[in-house]
């Protein structure tokens, strides 16, 4: 059973997740996660992330359709496919504080790499974005994390802002479409996730409106130094936690 407390910490949390996903192209997840973590457990916080994401990215896709260079990103989205498996896998297996700890370890990692803005170290050759596709796509469906690696190697293509969005929507709409299949095979989509993925499907759209206005009037600096600081600070007190519980 659902309490009104976790309902209104999905929603506030994906509402917040698809303005930061919808603004910048990625980082749902990481906005999300350290504090589903706090109540939920991993399963259900990246089954819900990832489920209701697919709402989010088709909406992004639409809106920069016109923008989206498809024959480098197919090619990205079938690559991806050999990581899905693996990531339903590991969801599916792993004991739930060895899931909470890789989730919020890598979170940190990936929002360090993202702040420094690192995209020029990473090769731009087009067997490397194969790879790259392929391991975000097994991180994204077990942890729930790993947007920025493929953020930063489409950063590295010198595309625009909204080919940049549309491009990763695309990908991401294939590899998670794909993992959620996976998790209806496994038995992770239960009831109770189901229900919380529908207590968020308004927050998100309201996100992805927000985001709309942002993208034409916001300064992204400050934005993106104000949610950088709040992954690190709750990722933080998640992993604090759960090593201490060990």
Known sequence: MISGVE???????????????????????????????????????????????????????YQNRAEIPYRAVVPWGLAGLVGVPIGVFVLSSASASFLRIGITALIIVLT??????????????????????AVVSALLNSLGIGGPLMALYILGQGWSRN??????????????????????ITGLLTRERVVLILITVIPVILGFWLATFLVRHMNEAVFRRAVVTVIITTSLMVLAREVSSL
């Open 7 to 61: 309902g209104i910490v999905v929603a506030a949390m994906l509402f917040v997740g698809s303005t930061v996903l919808s603004t910048v192209g990625f980082g749902i997840g990481m906005t999300t996660t350290p504090v589903l973590l706090l109540v939920f457990d991993p399963q259900t916080a990246v089954v819900v992330v990832n489920t209701i994401s697919i709402l989010l990215f088709g909406l992004i896709i």
């Open 163 to 184: 080919a940049l969005r549309g491009s990763l929507a695309f990908y991401f709409v294939v590899v998670e479409a794909s993992g959620v299949v996976g998790y209806g």
């Open 112 to 133: 360090v790499v993202t702040a420094l803005n690192l995209q020029s170290v990473i090769p731009r050759w087009r067997w490397f974005g194969f790879l790259v596709a």
